[in-house]
């Protein structure tokens, strides 16, 4: 019986080990809604970055038109066009930040899209996976009892 005991328990000890090497599906679910979740906040801090690029852009293109209006009207028509020269470039660095804002949206509506439906996913997959892991852990212990049923009949047939 030593040797069945030890049998036994090494059987024991590997399935343990066995089965807390499987993967859980809730944990890799958990872990890409976290990635995920950190996409969408640092796509929404990049709009927001450039949301308030563009504002920036906008104002200071504004404030130079101004500029340039009263400079035209102290008569200072060189003053006039540097400050227009200098305000076309604050427009093309508002029309660049524009694009790019235009192509992020999507983007960011996207990922909000996917981190809800994955959301939702794992609710269905935690409400769901109790059951059915109770019914694989139950399965699974019907195999290994008839397997090391097996082994302890097949070692007492060799004594």
Do not use: C, F
Request: hydrophobic share 35%; aromatic share 2%.
């Amino acid at each position: 019986m030593g040797l069945g005991d030890r049998i036994s328990r090494l059987v024991r000890s590997n399935l343990n080990d066995w089965q807390n090497q499987k993967t859980d599906p809730q944990t890799e679910v958990d872990a890409t809604l976290a990635e995920l979740q950190s996409s969408v906040n640092r796509a929404l801090e990049a709009r927001r970055q450039l949301e308030g690029d563009l504002q920036e852009a906008r104002g200071r293109g504004d404030r130079l038109q101004q500029a340039a209006k009263r400079a035209l009207q102290q008569g200072d028509e060189p003053e006039a066009r540097r400050i227009l020269l200098e305000k076309r470039t604050y427009t093309q660095q508002a029309i660049a930040l524009q694009t790019q804002l235009d192509r992020l949206a999507p983007t960011v509506e996207r990922l909000q899209q996917q981190l809800a439906r994955l959301e939702y996913q794992r609710s269905i997959l935690h409400g769901s996976a109790t059951a059915a892991q109770m019914d694989l852990t139950l399965e699974e212990l019907k195999n290994n009892v008839a397997q090391i049923d097996a082994e302890l009949e097949w070692l007492r047939s060799q004594l």
